[in-house]
């Protein structure tokens, strides 16, 4: 136990107790992640081969896992953010360095991810890639008589209040795409500026910014809206179970790409369970979860092929290295965090 | 001549639970947001600092004028709203309704809903007011429409019938207790005196009844004021409130240092509402009691 921690301790005294009893028990894993990512069909089988408890907790958004780690209090021992997401985090000083001779798939794992600049850092590795996908575009199939191609199609004035975006920073990519500007990571102040004017043109297509998967699906299926960003793979699925027929596209101006990856948090207790977690989500138990559950494709194509079909092997471009490319891969805003969130701020307060 | 020791000890320990609550949990928190909103972002987090520059963007940047002046616009008009409903709703209560049961019935009715989660709530306006909603089916039967129309949700209308239907309780339940003590007598004297029922309203019972409607719009202005539900579910691309921006500074652009200085601008805006409204009850009473 740390001085600090005793100190705060010391003040709250009861909190504490309780705090630090649990902090005790060997073999408890909170994990900071996303929905889906803990499913009870994974969760269950590693709680009965490693006796260790696992407990999730689920964020909304990639940017709740800063703040939640900032409130301290050393509650969670591993968080599962993306890749915009993750070099912060380890600047922050919040997750801890990875021994990768501990994880014994970490060669067959796709090389553009163990080698990504986010989570590495003087060449000391913080994450292990769990999952990917392409942020694509979907549309209501019996709604368009011409398949959209273009990005151009949510600005379509026969669109009128049938639009929807991701309430997030990432509209500022979209509509920056659409001026042309491709380094939509590094965008000027100028470049900012006219994402905002064209997000502002916008506004009369829009129906609602979404804010969470549930409610694009909701928004999809009660007939508010026709075409948006999308979580690739995870909401068309959840529509096509609905019965509402949408199909995602890459648009001519292309696509952001995604990747999580799970991290151990600075100081956990449960470094042992961590590990084995950490193992578990990169092999082929792990890995179909994931899949299963959520529709996302796999960094681990070696694990892959145990569990897919080849038509899902190549339908989820786990064949591609191309496609993989192509996508414009999430990336760490680092200081122009702040200039993009209220850039997209002041959008919505006009 | 103090009082015996026995005496100020029971005082303390009655008084000091809620003394050290509020010190605890209202006090210290407001001194750490104080603290914070002159501390510095810096990635990436944000550093201590002694500097004005948060306070000073949120008066140079328009956005942040903006969204007050929307959310004090959406605030004004639940507050109006629910006065306008609420207060025929008490007078009919408390001057019309003879069985005491059935007055306590539509009382409960009215208080009853704030048992039930408010998310509940929020999210029931989505399903009557949506395109293939409650609201639309119904004027699509009678013939007023012909097809479905989406006017009614997504947007700072939608957000308004929300928060008048959350927060009426809060207006109810005040202007039914002034209303209540307001003797009877003096309504039958004015009638005795040959006022008319209009008149006698305007002059003796509105006037007696002033200081539950600003209790209740002191508290259904503030209760929106704060809100940031009802634009994430009822609200359109224009329902940014400044609770919304303020959970954004703290969440998204981790810049508690501004979002600090932004609840304090928001504490300040608050707090001089209700200090002006309790002038406006003080006067009431002064004048009219």
Sequence with gaps: ?350 | MSAPLSVRLKRAAVLSPPLLWTFVFMFIPYAILFVYSFWVQKYPTFQPAFQFGNYLQIATDPQYLRVLLRTLKIALFVSLGSALIAYPYAYFLVFKVRRPGFRLALYMAVVAPLWVSYLLRAYTWKIILGTTGILNSFLMSIGVLSEPSSVFLYNQTAMIITLIYVFIPFMVMPIYAVLEKIPKSLIEASSDLGVGRFRTFLMVTLPLSIPGIVAGFTMTFTLTFGDFIAPILVGGPDGLMIANVIASQFGAALNWPLGSALALVMLMIVLTIITISDRFERLGQGKFA
């Design chain 1, 1 to 350: 136990m740390t001085k600090k921690r005793f100190l705060g301790c010391a003040g709250i005294a009861s909190i504490c107790v309780a705090t630090l009893a649990s902090a005790s028990t060997a073999g408890e894993l909170n994990i900071l992640t996303w929905e889906g990512y803990a499913d009870p069909s994974v969760i269950e089988p590693f709680e009965a081969a490693t006796g260790c408890k696992v407990s999730a907790t689920y964020v909304g958004s990639n940017d709740d896992f800063a703040p939640k780690l900032a409130a301290g209090g050393g509650v969670f021992d591993i968080v599962t953010p993306s890749i915009d997401t993750t070099f912060s985090l380890i600047e922050a000083g919040f997750v801890q360095e990875i021994d990768i001779s501990r994880i014994s798939a970490w060669g067959d794992l796709y090389k553009q991810f163990t080698t990504a600049d986010g989570i590495q850092k003087d060449g000391k590795i913080y994450g292990v890639p769990y999952a990917w996908g392409a942020i694509p575009f979907m549309y209501r199939k019996d709604k368009f008589d011409t398949p959209p191609t273009s990005i151009a199609a949510l600005w379509d004035p026969a669109l009128k209040g049938r639009v929807s975006l991701w309430d997030d920073k990432s509209a500022l990519y979209v509509a920056a795409r659409l001026n042309g500007d491709m380094n939509i990571y590094s965008l000027s102040d100028e470049q900012i500026a006219a994402a905002q004017v064209k997000l502002i043109e916008q506004r009369p297509n829009i129906r609602k910014y979404w804010s969470t998967a549930g409610e694009l699906v909701d928004l999809f299926k009660s007939d508010e809206v026709w075409i948006s960003n999308t979580w690739g793979g995870y909401q068309s699925a959840l529509l096509a179970d609905e019965g509402v027929e949408v199909v995602e596209f890459i648009p001519e101006e292309g696509a952001e790409g995604w990747m999580d990856s799970n991290m151990i948090v600075t100081g956990t207790p449960n470094e042992e369970c961590a590990y084995q977690f950490l193992n578990m989500a990169v092999s082929a138990e792990g890995q179909g979860g994931v899949f299963r559950v959520n529709g996302y494709s796999s960094t681990n194509p070696v694990a892959a092929k145990e569990f897919m079909t080849p038509e899902e092997f190549s339908a989820l471009h786990q064949d591609d290295p191309d496609y993989l490319n192509s996508l414009l891969l999430w990336e760490n805003l680092a200081d122009r965090l702040p200039v993009y969130t209220n850039a997209w701020n002041s959008v919505k307060s006009q």
